[in-house]
């Protein structure tokens, strides 16, 4: 038997619906059609036009070249070598010394972009799963770009020791620390300057002169940052004290069970030395643990800068991480985890950068009077890390076993749909039951828990 099959017949008489112009096998059928329109989500066409865009008049076409501006782009690449050597004869690794960078500078650029429209939906009070769709997909893009540029410095160690030598001097006193938009990256992520390595001992915005760049930085400082944002929705986690269940409480008396578990088995061990090393680990771990049930403990690590988010934020981002299979809770886990991601491949190029520096200078003072070498092996530690708080929280995962069950009220809050049939419903055939409730909404239908698209801002 053919397929069935159907497509569109233009009528240049009338203007019709969409039920008319399409047929099925050949022959129109509109009651069939109707059906399977409002099984898909699709009825009556608009009677609203879209508007369309503008095409450019002749005058004004747009082209490859004059859309990218490569012009201006392609010419930008002054090599200093040609200009002061007397007979004109550029160093051949300036050229790619300075694309490199540019290309930089041009991802940084896309990466404030994204930056931006990031802070921009976690300053909202309600986020909806759309949003969540659309945060994912802009935090892998700055995944990926920093993978990128990653690669790129591999690029530049194609360029011999000897090669940069025959145009260092030219670049005095000039930096790569001077880059602002860098500085606008770690300002706008959540860099907090008192977590910054001095630069020639004095602070980075030093670096900065100008009128405009110094309204840069302020502005980047004085707005909510992205680790402040992501702070705020996660103190709005849904569960930490809902009256069916509060997690915190239930967390706090599964990690004692866990720590008993634990002291007696080591309690049962036979050889001695092996027994006092075994409570010696569960002291450790029942510490590590108080570090982070202990608010007073924890606002202590806050204030030696040791700790980035508040008690109740850490709370939500443990909370995620435990459940993270529920469905309200798997886009946060996933932002969560891109947050680390992207913290952990800024560190990867700031030491692929150090490495770089030492193969080409050694221990010699960069070109802007910074210690070199030194200065940026210091950038490389926990302590420029933003969401460092996120890495941490692995210390505080309890076994399967140990974790507090979710009430059935709590998973009906972090599920997605709530299917609730009647007994009468249950008694009809799936199709008859399919096309009673196709022609209402979700929420008339009573398929959707109207709480389910505004994950964790409650």
């Not at 460092?388 to 929280?393: S, T, W």
């Amino acid at each position: 038997m053919a397929c069935p099959y159907a497509r569109f017949i233009e009528r240049d008489d009338e203007t019709s619906s969409a039920t008319a112009k399409l047929t099925l096998n050949g022959s129109v059928n509109d009651d069939a059609l109707a059906e399977i329109l409002s099984f898909t989500g699709y009825g009556q066409t608009s009677s609203v036009k879209p508007e369309l865009k503008r095409l450019p008049s002749s005058d004004e076409l747009v082209t490859y070249s004059n859309y990218l501006q490569l012009n201006r782009l392609l010419d930008s690449q002054v090599l200093l070598s040609a200009k002061h050597d007397q007979n004109k004869h550029p160093v051949h690794d300036e050229h790619l010394f300075i694309i490199i960078h540019q290309s930089f500078e041009l991802w940084f650029k896309q990466i404030l972009w994204e930056i931006d429209s990031l802070r921009a939906i976690f300053g909202n009070k309600s986020i909806d799963e759309s949003h969540m769709f659309v945060s994912i997909n802009r935090l892998q893009r700055c995944v990926q770009i920093w993978r990128l540029l990653c690669d790129q410095i591999t690029i530049l160690e194609t360029m011999t020791p000897l090669d940069f030598m025959e145009f260092r001097s030219y670049l005095s006193p000039a930096s790569g620390f001077q880059s602002l938009q860098f500085r606008l990256v770690e300002n706008k992520l959540g860099l907090t300057e008192k977590s910054r390595v001095l630069y020639n001992q004095t602070s980075y915005k030093k670096a900065f002169p100008s009128p405009h760049e110094q309204t840069e930085l302020t502005s980047s400082l004085e707005e909510p940052t992205l680790l402040m944002l992501i702070e705020r929705w996660l103190e709005r986690t849904p569960g930490l004290e809902d009256s069916s269940f509060n997690f915190w409480e239930r967390y706090k008396r599964a990690v004692a069970q866990y720590i008993e578990y634990l002291q007696s088995n080591a309690q049962d061990e036979p050889n001695p030395t092996a027994r006092d090393a075994a409570l010696e680990d569960v002291k450790k771990t029942a510490d590590s643990f108080r570090s982070l049930i202990d608010e007073k403990f924890h606002q202590q690590l806050v204030a030696r800068s040791e700790r980035r988010m508040s008690h109740r934020a850490l709370q939500g981002a443990l909370m995620i991480m435990l459940y993270r299979e529920q469905p309200r809770f798997q886009g946060p886990y996933q932002i969560l985890s891109l947050l680390m991601d992207v913290d952990a491949l800024i560190t990867k190029w700031r030491y692929n950068h150090l490495i770089l520096v030492q193969r080409q200078i050694g221990n010699k003072q960069g070109t802007g009077g910074s210690a070199g070498y030194s200065y940026l092996r210091s950038t490389c530690s926990d302590r420029y890390k933003v969401f460092v708080d996120l890495f941490n929280l692995a210390s505080f995962l309890i076994p399967r076993e140990f974790l507090p069950k979710l009430t059935t009220e709590m998973k009906m809050r972090l599920a997605v749909a709530n299917v609730q049939p009647s007994s009468e419903d249950n008694a009809k055939e799936d199709g008859e039951e399919l096309h009673r409730t196709s022609g209402k909404s979700a929420n008339e239908s009573g398929l959707i828990d109207k709480d389910a698209f505004h994950p964790v801002n409650d």
